[in-house]
């Protein structure tokens, strides 16, 4: 039997992975189904505009990942300090909300977010994301901002929602020194768009074979059928799949393994990515929209966050709708609602001439931290191990996490296979 590593995905985590494999003096193959690697830190050009899969920023915590991008990029980033707002009330307000709910012209939010906060009864053990939200931010804050745009953006009951820390989705004033939320500064590359690192890590990542699905998984002859028609066998497999899709390819797998694995929930995306022939259309990086009457629940400016990404006198932008995980959309009608939407809310204008136009489908967007998660995942994870699979990565690991993390991610995944 062959001992090479094979490596599902070629995003971020699993081009880290083969990368740190390479290094160590293994050689991985990698598939990934799209033409392309980068996975969802992909960028496309469109009539000269660079559009990423919505905004796609960096931050970093660990040395270890911004030295590789770093290095990756000969040090092109630019560092960018944040300009988001929220638009409460009809009116637009500095982000994070609770930090500027102040600024509200209506003293009645301003004076209910006062009560709240006074009235409040944080706690260290929270049942759900919404006891967490009421206890930290009170009823003024939670009915205005944190419940309407946390029910928007996961499509999910929050009664129904673990809290499970302080995390990157809800900047927490408690563990905030400089009360600006966890993205008051990133990093975009200088030159071209996201993809930037994805592009500088794959020609270092060993063989990477594009347009090739894996379609089904054989733990006990340890194999792998690709496209339906090739079978590669392999001595460890990475995958960065996502792990109810990953379950689905092992046909062998428990039906215990099976049951909790459909039973994941997640969030997806429809996102519109516009080039717009205006300058000067909005002068944030990003909006947060609460108001439910508007179908989309953030919109960003590329052009604001690196000028190079739009021809000049163009604005370039996103608007994210967020829809339950499984469900089907219609991409025409959700694109007319949007754009209806982006004049409602003042950003286009209804004589704006549209240069360019990308709509994006996120099947797989946002972990759902359910009740039942962590159930699940262990027994998911146990049987993964017990097969000598490591599934890793945003979607494989099945975890609310970043770019940075996915560069991480793929490092710890080639370790644990040297070290196994
Ligand atoms: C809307 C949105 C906004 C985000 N914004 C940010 C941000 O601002 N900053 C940040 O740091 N992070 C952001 N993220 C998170 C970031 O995109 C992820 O953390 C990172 O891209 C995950 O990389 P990955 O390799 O784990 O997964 P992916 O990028 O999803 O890569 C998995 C790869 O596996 C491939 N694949 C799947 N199934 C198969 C199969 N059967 N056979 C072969 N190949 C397969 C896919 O095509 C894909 O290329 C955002 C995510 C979303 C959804």
């Known amino acids: 039997m062959t001992k090479r590593a094979i490596i599902a995905g070629a995003g971020l985590t699993g081009l880290s992975a083969a990368f740190h494999l390479k290094k160590s003096g293994i050689e991985p193959v990698t598939f990934e189904q799209n033409s392309y690697p980068g996975g969802l830190s992909a960028s496309f050009i469109k009539n000269g505009f660079i559009f ?46 609770q930090e500027n709910f102040g600024q509200l012209k209506d003293s009645s939010i301003v004076s209910a977010c006062e009560k709240g906060l006074k009235d409040r009864k944080p706690s260290e053990n929270y049942g759900s994301f ?12 939670a009915e205005n901002f944190m419940l309407p745009y946390n029910e928007k953006l996961w499509q999910y009951d929050l009664d129904a929602m673990l809290y499970l820390g302080t ?70 497999l990475i995958s960065t799949m996502p792990l ?16 909790a694995a459909s039973s994941l929930q997640y969030t997806s995306v429809f996102a519109l990515n516009l080039g717009i022939k205006r300058a000067g259309i909005s002068d944030k990086h990003w909006i947060y929209f609460p108001d439910k009457s508007l179908p989309f629940y953030r919109v960003g400016f590329y052009s604001n966050v690196a000028r190079h990404l739009a021809p000049e006198g163009t604005t370039s932008l996103y608007a994210e709708v967020a829809y339950p995980g499984g469900s089907v959309i219609d991409r025409e009608a959700e694109t007319a609602k949007i754009k209806e939407g982006l004049i409602r809310a003042g950003i286009l204008e209804p004589k704006d001439v549209i240069l360019a136009e990308l709509p ?41 996490s970043a770019m940075e993390d996915a560069l991480l991610d793929g490092k710890n995944a080639a370790e644990d296979i040297l070290d196994a």
């Open 52 to 97: 990423d899969f919505t905004g796609h920023y960096l931050h970093f915590k660990s040395a270890y990942a911004k030295d590789l991008a770093f290095g990756l990029l000969g040090g092109k980033f630019n560092e960018v300090k944040r300009r988001a707002s929220v638009r409460a009330g009809g009116e637009l307000i500095d982000y994070p909300f």
């Open 130 to 141: 919404r006891e967490w939200i009421l206890g930290e931010y009170g009823k003024g804050i």
């Open 167 to 236: 995390t990157a989705y809800t900047p927490s004033s408690k563990n905030d020194a400089k009360k600006n939320g966890y993205n008051a500064s990133f990093y975009y590359p200088s030159e071209g768009g996201a993809s930037e690192v994805a592009k500088a890590l794959a020609p270092l990542a060993g063989e990477i074979r594009c347009k090739s699905r894996i379609c089904s998984i054989n733990p006990s002859a340890r194999s792998v059928t690709v496209n339906d028609n090739i079978v590669f066998e392999y001595g460890r």
């Open 244 to 259: 109810p899709e990953l379950i689905a390819m092992i046909p062998s797998a428990p039906a215990a393994v099976k049951q």
């Open 360 to 400: 994006m489908e996120i099947p797989f967007a946002y972990v759902v931290y359910d009740l039942e998660y962590k159930k699940n995942t262990s027994l998911i994870f146990d049987f993964l191990c017990s097969k000598g699979i490591v599934s890793t990565g945003r979607y494989g690991g099945w975890a609310y």
